[in-house]
């Protein structure tokens, strides 16, 4: 029986390892992909302490500190999530665990287009990775959907591999200003208002369908609008949600006694690498003192 569970191995569920290990929490971390979603992120720099880091370097360098405390991570895909009296039951793939508590960490995963096409050209030609995916596009045309930060570090990258790389927001960019003053210096990088209405292509993408009618030829599309929670494994739970997200209250703590959840999967308001960092501290902090109650 472990004091608590840590299910997702991102910045806000190896924070919750590290606390939890300083607080003498029997616990281990689950984790389908160590690193969550913080592995596609080409650099960041804006994580106290590193001016300018690799996301797989940094979540390696943070698990490094996890290792350090003694706690295991496991690299396991969670497929069920119960409660049983007074324990809680996880499934995965290879083990079943009970735990007194739970802190969920699972983070979400990446929107799609949900357009004609995308589903048969995905890993096409269609990529929801840019780190993974750039390099195999070389002196290409790429499309990179979206506004935000994260498409502003898919357009920066696949600009440094001499491709032709067109931005298609939908209403405005609302990546950060130091982003914005990098495309300017780009001859390379295009910015256009729309939005995809079909993929076309038979074995791999070779044209996308604006709303407006237009066609464009391209070689590849990277789709960077974001992410939503996967919520599916707590249906058993009945965890109240607000927008979509597990609703939690200022000490991390659910609608479930025993429950406590952190980072992108709960309704923050600021979806950071370093927010979600202090958000699983609070919850091991809660944990703590919730089994010591």
């Given at each position: 029986m472990y004091d608590t569970l840590i299910l997702g191995g991102g910045p806000a569920g190896y924070s919750a390892a590290i606390y939890s290990a300083r607080y003498n929490?029997?616990?281990?971390?689950?984790?389908?992909?160590?690193?969550?979603?913080?592995n596609e992120a080409y650099r960041v720099e804006n994580y106290p302490g590193f001016h300018s880091?690799?996301?797989?370097?940094?979540?390696?360098?943070i698990k490094e500190h996890v290792n350090y405390?003694?706690?295991?991570?496991?690299?396991?895909?969670?497929?069920?999530?119960?409660?049983?009296?007074?324990?809680?039951?996880?499934?995965?793939?290879?083990?079943?665990?009970?735990?007194?508590?739970?802190?969920?960490?699972?983070?979400?995963?990446?929107?799609?287009?949900?357009v004609p096409g995308e589903k048969e050209l995905e890993k096409k030609g269609i990529s929801y990775c840019y780190t993974c995916d750039g390099a195999f596009y070389k002196n290409k045309r790429v499309i990179v959907v979206g506004g935000g930060d994260a498409a502003a570090q898919a357009v920066l990258l696949l600009a440094s591999y001499n491709n032709d790389v067109i931005m298609l927001y939908r209403s405005n960019i609302r990546a950060e200003p130091a982003y914005q003053e990098q495309f300017k210096k780009l001859k390379n990088v295009k910015?256009?208002?729309?939005?995809?209405?079909?993929?076309?292509?038979?074995?791999?993408?070779e044209s996308v369908i604006l709303k407006d009618g237009n066609k464009m030829d391209v070689d590849?599309?990277?789709?960077?609008?974001?992410?939503?929670?996967n919520l599916s494994l707590f249906r058993k739970l009945?965890?109240?949600?607000?927008?979509?997200?597990?609703?939690?209250?200022?000490?991390?703590?659910?609608?479930?006694e025993g429950v406590?959840?952190?980072?992108?999967?709960?309704?923050?308001?600021f979806r950071q690498a370093i927010t979600a960092a202090g958000d699983g501290s609070?919850?091991?902090?809660?944990?703590?003192?919730?089994?010591?109650?």
């Open positions: 929490l029997k616990c281990i971390v689950i984790a389908k992909e160590p690193g969550g979603v913080m880091i690799n996301g797989i370097e940094l979540m390696d360098k405390l003694g706690v295991e991570v496991r690299e396991e895909e969670i497929l069920d999530v119960s409660k049983r009296e007074k324990a809680f039951v996880i499934k995965t793939n290879k083990n079943k665990y009970e735990s007194r508590t739970i802190i969920i960490a699972l983070g979400a995963e990446h929107r799609k287009l949900n910015l256009l208002r729309g939005e995809i209405s079909r993929v076309n292509g038979k074995n791999k993408v590849g599309v990277f789709v960077e609008i974001g992410s939503e929670p009945s965890l109240e949600l607000e927008n979509g997200y597990i609703k939690i209250d200022r000490n991390m703590r659910t609608s479930i406590f959840a952190a980072g992108d999967i709960t309704n923050i308001v609070i919850a091991a902090n809660s944990v703590y003192l919730y089994l010591k109650k």
